[in-house]
């Protein structure tokens, strides 16, 4: 996670629409080491699967979303995050854009869930590749 310093700290700039980061990769959420390890093998395969080199994935774990993917620090990064719902595999949420803003600000963000497509692609495979192990692992919280 890059964090921002200075000016765009301080007002927010740079983060997703909302008032917060959407990917903390705060250790502390982190309960067991299934989890962790859990998490390191799916940012490893997300950044196999959509990312350059240049980016590195990060996590976002809450009582009910765990969330992995990029988010834009600058402007013309873009936003690739990937949310899974413990419970129900059609609550599953992909958001894509790009960050035309300062500090990546003014995302041009699109949200879909996993029934909202039709067709199989790579986003609805990485879902349901990873959704039976995230159910298990953070599901019986």
């Not at 959407?22 to 250790?27: A, Q, R």
């Not at 949310?83 to 595999?89: E, K, L, Q, T």
């Not at 869930?113 to 879902?127: E, I």
Request: glycine letters at 8%.
């Amino acid at each position: 996670m890059r964090y921002r310093l200075g000016c765009a700290a301080a007002t927010g700039l740079g983060r997703r629409p909302g008032t917060d980061f959407c990917l903390y990769n705060n250790k502390e959420d982190i309960k067991t080491k299934a989890q962790y390890d859990l998490l390191y093998r799916m940012a490893n395969d997300f950044g196999k699967q959509f990312l350059d080199s240049q980016y590195c994935p990060d996590y976002g774990v809450r009582s009910d979303w765990v969330s992995i993917g990029v988010e834009p620090s600058y402007q013309w990064d873009y936003l690739r995050v990937i949310h899974f719902a413990p419970d129900d595999i059609n609550k599953c949420l992909i958001e894509y854009g790009t960050a035309f803003g300062p500090y990546g600000s003014r995302i041009a963000l699109k949200q879909k869930h996993l029934s909202d497509y039709k067709r199989d692609n790579k986003y609805t495979r990485f879902v349901k590749k990873w959704f039976p192990k995230v159910a298990e692992v953070f599901g019986n919280e």
